[in-house]
């Protein structure tokens, strides 16, 4: 052996995850032979990475590749934008966008959530079908939380879920407001609301 | 794949999408879960997948393939997540290790055979965020511990002792939780 014990000893999850090299692997093995504890730890550490490995964990999915690929179109969008003021245009893309998103997330959950069962602790909470509000509206991602609370209050409009990560708010209109005038508020609100679209309940 | 995905990084600097999407598709998994080990809060650790990917995408152009592509996006995401924890001012928890406990005790405590996930994950939530980052790297994706050392900055001797001392610390945090169960 051409290193000490405690040297030696530093390598030990190195050994566990298979990335030492032939030499030093052997080198480890023939320490481990003479020492219990450093076999014992070593099993241990095994066990520990087998159990990390093993575990399952919900990713973000297609529904984060749909999030990423909104932000990046508008990322590419932004000085186009800014040159020419095309507001409709960018606002089209990021309802395709938001469309394309919903419809690879209906997918995503009819094919996962049956071999999976109930999620651990918080999941994600998903603009799906059975969500509350009337409305679903997504807002510039610019506008100061000041100017959404005025066009909300303005138009009798509450906030009751979101928002989701891809920036979707879902709104019910308070008592004694109205429907139609509170849609029409939002989408006079060019500025601030993006998109605005009938909750599908 | 290494190639592969370094020419999948060169087409994404030059703003070829499907070539992002490509790569997301390769590294969202390991790099989210690497996040989360990191943050324990799922919410958050998407955001920061998606912090991460958005900086591929703007910076791409700038890789010169002198590191390896999981190495470079993994480098990526390890400094975003010292970013929120110091967003967060999160206290850093224990680096100490206890005086009491016995590590020999620990690994014949029956733990290879309890398969004590919980235990686990508890016991991987005591640990700084420097060690955690080194367990994470080097037992969910079995990396090299220079690979780790670039990753996180530090020479490799570091990343050495950082996996010794959150050893000890596991296995003294799980002894003593099985311990408590047994007594229990």
């Known amino acids: 052996m051409t290193r000490s014990r405690d040297e030696m000893e530093l390598d030990l999850a190195f050994l566990v995850n298979g990335t030492l090299s032939e030499a030093e692997m052997a080198e480890m093995e023939a320490l481990l032979a003479e020492d219990e504890l450093l076999a014992a730890e070593r099993d241990a550490l095994a066990t520990i990475r087998a159990e990390m490995q093993a575990e399952e964990i919900r990713t973000p999915g297609e529904f984060g590749l749909a999030r990423l690929m909104r932000d990046v179109n508008r990322d590419a969008a932004a000085p186009a934008a800014a040159e020419t003021k095309v507001v409709a245009l960018r606002s089209r893309t990021w309802m395709w966008q938001a469309a394309a998103a919903v419809a690879v997330l209906a997918l995503a959950v009819q094919a996962y959530l049956p071999t999976t069962g109930a999620p651990q602790g918080e999941g994600y909470v998903l603009a799906g079908a059975s969500a509350p509000g009337a409305l679903v509206v997504s807002f510039a991602p610019d506008t100061p939380e000041l100017q959404i609370r005025d066009l909300l209050v303005g138009a009798d409009l509450e906030i009751v879920s979101g928002p989701s990560a891809l920036g979707l708010y879902r709104l019910d209109v308070l008592d004694g407001g109205d429907l139609d005038t509170a849609t029409a508020a939002l989408r006079a609100a060019r500025t601030i609301v993006e998109s605005v679209e009938n909750a599908e309940n | ?184």
């Open chain 2, 1 to 184: 794949m290494t190639e592969n995905h370094h020419f999948l990084v060169q087409q994404v600097g030059k703003g070829d999408k499907q070539a992002l999407a490509a790569l997301y598709r390769a590294y969202e998994r390991p790099v989210y879960k690497f996040i989360v080990s990191r943050l324990n809060d799922p919410h958050e650790a998407a955001d920061i997948l998606h912090e991460v990917f958005m900086d591929i995408w703007r910076v791409a152009a700038s890789f010169e393939g002198r590191s390896q592509v999981r190495t470079w996006i993994f480098g990526i995401a390890y400094r975003k997540v010292i970013d929120a924890h110091r967003k967060r001012s999160r206290v850093t928890v224990t680096d100490e290790v206890p005086e009491t406990g016995d590590v020999a005790e620990a690994a014949d405590a029956g733990y290879a055979a309890k398969q004590e996930a919980e235990h686990l994950r508890f016991c991987m939530g005591t640990l700084s965020d420097d060690h955690r980052s080194a367990v994470s790297l080097a037992f969910y994706e079995d990396m090299t511990c220079a690979e780790i050392a670039e990753i996180a900055g530090v020479p490799e001797g570091t990343i050495k002792s950082r996996l010794h001392h959150a050893k000890k610390l596991l296995l003294h945090c799980l002894s003593g939780r099985i311990r408590g169960r047994a007594v229990a």
